[in-house]
């Protein structure tokens, strides 16, 4: 007995260290031996990679969406290319570039496309050879990049470039993106740290990320295509749809009560009961920075500070100039009650067709003149007549992440009470419905239960 | 003879809890944004020190930097000298502890 025992150990060992040894990156003695010369060493083991990355919403910024309303069905909508009141702006109509100095002199090279994985040499969503090798694999593939090296610069023909670490040792590190890699980018959209989405996956605020998840866990790519849900405000996706149940199933809870609701409730509404990060900007309206740059009026929470809207969602949106958010209703038989970040936005809307239009942020960055950003904008789309009034849209952004501890989702009372989360009649609940759902009779004898047990 | 007993016991223990009773500090929190213009890794890499330049007044700060997350982004150099940060810090005996450490420039 003592000698099977001492030979599955030894079994055990080996399969780990043979398990370990073969995490390692198969081509890191090639690179060691012949440097890196961006893609094209990658594709000596990963041939037409590149070319399929170009593709992806990654690199193209953009996609075909059939889930949103007003939409055409031959046109890809996305990053660059929306306008919408978080960002005001697109790759196309900010593109990266050298503002104009400022009262104080000082300029910056700067865009929304600075969170593109390419060199800006070629254009967001390119095709070509050249626009293959312009891709930056190291960016979310090395554990080793030194992000300071991956920066806007104007080159001595004037062309603004962004710099990437092409190094060996990056190179010689090469394996799953960890968070840090997708957070160079998903952190700081939408002009700060944490703003847009408000959530943070650190193991304090999220319990996939407590439990050593990282993205690329869920969002388990194929062939640089990443599986998303469906925000009511995330257009661009690679054509694969994911949810909870995809690794939680149908009915995931011990207590069938729990899994009596997840016909009609989402994951979501229990389970991430807040969210975070702006929830009102104001484009008309530039404040000045101490460094002398201006900056959109932005009001901001922390993560975990904001309490969501709640409201049925069938999975399509309603896209209008001065609403995008969730379609559904209770007797639709498509939708559940999801929780949803609610933003609301100022910008400019023309006048003459009540279309929302968008900013070049280069001129009210460096003096505050936002009318000047409008008109760029207008002339990079070719819109000749135009004019400009200031008006709000609202914005309701899916809240997927930051999980929260089993101790911190929702319960009965939180919910099912006069003063509860739910705004029952808003969901479409009679007064006779809501009489009982806000009786705490339902689950009494229940909670009582768990009570006495846990005192 | 009871009574005088539980008394003596009950003094005791009011004197040794008086003993032990730490005196509370409470952390005065401060906000700014400034450049930094140094940045010191501690050499076990579980704190560091970056000493930012105030935007309004031009003083240089110190803050002490010890979550992970800031730490990470400051070895990698996502965060390097020159960057404009948001910091919000806990003054307390002398020094001024980050509690968030965040650039200033999003997309």
Redesign the interface.
């Known amino acids: 007995m003592l000698v099977i025992r001492y030979v599955a150990a030894f079994l055990g060992v080996v399969l780990l260290v043979a398990t370990s040894q073969a995490k390692e990156h198969e081509g890191k003695e090639y690179i060691q031996e012949n440097g890196y010369k961006g893609p094209e060493t990658c594709e000596e083991c990963h041939p037409g990679t590149a070319k399929a990355f170009l593709e992806t919403v990654h690199w193209k910024h953009a996609s075909k969406v059939d889930y949103v309303d007003n939409l055409k069905a031959d046109q890809e909508y996305g990053m660059k290319n929306r306008i919408y009141t978080m960002?005001n702006a697109n790759d196309i109509i900010n593109n990266l570039k050298e503002i104009p100095a400022n009262e104080a002199g000082k300029t910056k090279i700067?865009g929304?496309n600075?969170?593109h994985p390419g060199d800006h040499t070629v254009d967001v969503g390119s095709t070509g050879p050249e626009a293959e090798q312009a891709i930056d694999c190291l960016i979310c593939h090395s554990g080793?990049?030194?992000?300071?090296?991956r920066k806007p610069v104007k080159r001595d023909d004037g062309k603004v470039v962004m710099t990437q670490d092409r190094s060996t040792e990056a190179a010689m590190n090469i394996g799953r993106p960890g968070i840090?890699n997708c957070m160079?980018?998903h952190e700081?959209?939408?002009?700060?740290?944490?703003?847009k989405r408000g959530f943070a996956m650190?193991k304090d605020a999220d319990v996939h990320a407590a439990k050593g998840f990282i993205c690329v866990d869920c969002h388990s790519v194929k062939n640089h295509r990443f599986p998303t849900g469906k925000d009511p405000n995330n257009w661009a996706n690679d054509g694969i749809y994911m949810t909870c149940a995809g690794c939680h199933n149908d009915k995931p809870h011990k207590d069938e009560d729990y899994n009596r609701h997840t016909g009609y409730v989402a994951c979501q509404t229990c389970h991430i009961p807040k969210t975070g990060g702006a929830f009102a900007k104001d484009f008309t309206k530039w404040v000045k920075?101490?460094?002398g740059f201006y900056e959109p009026a932005t009001l901001n929470k922390e993560v975990n500070e904001t309490a969501p809207v709640y409201a049925w969602y069938n999975l399509t949106v309603s896209n209008t100039p001065h609403f995008i958010g969730p379609k559904g209703s209770r007797s639709d038989g498509k939708s559940k009650i999801y929780p949803f970040k609610v933003y609301q936005g100022k910008a400019y809307f023309n006048k003459l067709d009540g279309q929302l239009l968008g900013m070049d942020f280069a001129e009210p960055m460096a003096t505050g003149d936002t009318l000047a950003g409008v008109a760029c904008a207008a002339d990079t789309l070719g819109i000749k007549k135009y004019e400009p009034v200031p008006g709000w849209q609202t914005t309701y952004f899916g809240s997927n992440h930051q999980v929260a501890p089993k101790s911190k989702a929702l319960t009965c009372a939180n919910c099912h009470a006069i003063n509860g989360l739910l705004n029952f009649k808003e969901l479409g609940y009679g007064d006779k419905e809501i009489e009982k759902l806000v009786s705490p009779a339902i689950y009494f004898d229940k909670v009582l239960k768990i009570q006495q047990e846990n005192e | 003879m009871n009574k005088i007993f539980s008394v003596v016991i009950l003094l005791a223990v009011l004197v040794v809890s008086s003993l032990t009773r730490v005196p509370s500090v409470s952390a005065e929190e401060a906000k700014m944004?400034g450049?930094i213009s140094k940045i010191t890794l501690a050499a076990d890499g579980k704190s560091a020190t970056a000493i930012l330049k105030d935007?309004?007044t031009g003083d240089s700060v110190p803050i002490e930097i010890k979550d992970e997350?800031t730490l990470?982004?400051l070895k990698?150099?996502?965060i390097?000298e020159g960057d404009?940060i948001?910091c919000k810090f806990d003054k307390q005996d002398g020094k001024n502890n980050s509690k968030t450490f965040?650039?200033?420039?999003?997309?």
């Open positions: 960002c700067t929304c600075t969170c080793k990049y030194d992000f300071s090296k840090k160079v980018c700081s959209a939408g002009g700060g740290a944490l703003f650190t920075l101490d460094n | 944004v450049e935007t309004k997350l990470d982004k990698d150099k996502r390097v404009e948001r965040v650039k200033t420039a999003g997309c």
